[in-house]
């Protein structure tokens, strides 16, 4: 009980510096939606997850603008932008980096992990070892090298692309490793009309290697983005909601169709984008639709489905509805 109170306490966040707030973070949106045509859903999904503080996992088939999304995302708020291309030759130290030896000693060279928005491109291309080094990375928000710690920045977020549908050559990502990812967003193919904007948008000069043709205005700034993290922190959140959230995840437990449910960690999880998302509508409160509709997000990555199920085309979403539908929304 004293855990429900302590989450319900530190929800102080007024109604005005609740709209306050969301202004400024659909001024961040509104940037991202000028250039990630057709992608709304994930563009909610993501920036809730980075309010959150939580690393995203991204899955689509090439050319549904993964990259592009974390790249005019760390334009919208004028964050450092890293990209590290996974491969089965990568090592850990070409994501942490390395000690060199010079003329004054031995001195740290920073990896590419060290930036604010690291985008870890085809991450199920890179060996187990690598994987763990990212692994600490995320988990802990430092590298150790050399037995001495380096810290990250602040803002440090990771998002993770993976291609649902090559399997050459990839390593599948450990449970381990994916329940350290806040969500899963998945991007699919754009809608007709979207796709002719998209060619519209080219034939007017847009070009996706290149970031000035994007168009998209900085709006935010990195102490920005830490206010909005402070106030996800105090939306208030219900008893009953808590017991909500916790209802879903011990569901995925028990649910005959998943052969592996969800950890604690996807409870907490849940419970810190639903206040995020809460704070996007401008509310100091979060809801039972919050918490309903982000919970796909958020589980999905987590649960397995029974394989003969599988077989049969039953898809995670599909036995995270079932779940969903089972559990009464508090009124």
Do not use: C
């Not at 997850?49 to 005019?72: C, D, M, N, S, Y």
């Not at 599948?172 to 806040?182: G, I, K, V």
């Amino acid at each position: 009980m004293a855990g429900t109170e302590a989450v319900v306490i530190a929800g102080t966040l007024t109604d005005a510096e609740a709209d306050a707030h969301a202004r400024g973070a659909q001024a961040v949106a509104d940037q991202l939606r000028g250039v990630v045509l057709g992608q709304d859903a994930a563009i909610r999904e993501a920036l809730a997850a980075l309010l959150a503080r939580g690393h995203v996992l991204l899955e689509g088939v090439p050319g549904t603008a993964k990259t592009l999304l974390v790249r005019a995302l760390s334009l919208a708020l004028g964050l450092e932008f890293r990209r590290i291309q996974f491969t089965p030759d990568l090592m850990p130290a070409d994501i942490t980096g390395v000690n060199l030896f010079g003329t004054g000693g031995f001195s740290f060279r920073p990896g590419p992990i060290f930036g604010d928005l690291v985008l870890g491109d085809e991450i199920n291309r890179a060996p187990a070892k690598t994987q763990a080094a990212l692994l600490e990375a995320m988990q802990e928000r430092r590298v150790t090298v050399d037995g001495t710690s380096h810290v990250l920045t602040p803002a440090f977020t990771v998002f993770a692309t993976q291609n649902p549908i090559e399997f050459e050559g990839t390593y599948p990502l450990p449970e381990a490793e994916l329940d350290r990812f806040l969500i899963k967003v998945v991007l699919s193919y754009p809608e007709v009309r979207v796709e002719e904007g998209i060619l519209a948008r080219v034939l007017g000069g847009f070009e996706a290697d290149d970031p000035t043709s994007y168009g998209v205005s900085t709006v935010l700034d990195a102490a920005g983005l830490a206010a909005l993290r402070d106030a996800v922190r105090r939306v208030r959140v219900e008893p009953s909601l808590v017991s909500y959230i916790t209802a879903i995840v011990r569901e995925t437990r028990n649910t005959p169709s998943l052969t592996l449910g969800a950890s604690p960690r996807a409870s907490v999880a849940l419970l810190k984008l639903a206040q995020a998302g809460a704070l996007l509508d401008g509310r100091a409160y979060v809801t039972p639709d919050d918490v309903k509709g982000l919970a796909p997000s958020v589980l999905r990555h987590r649960v397995s489905v029974a394989p003969e199920l599988e077989l049969e085309g039953v898809s995670a979403d599909a036995a995270l509805r079932s779940v969903l539908e089972k559990i009464e929304a508090p009124r």
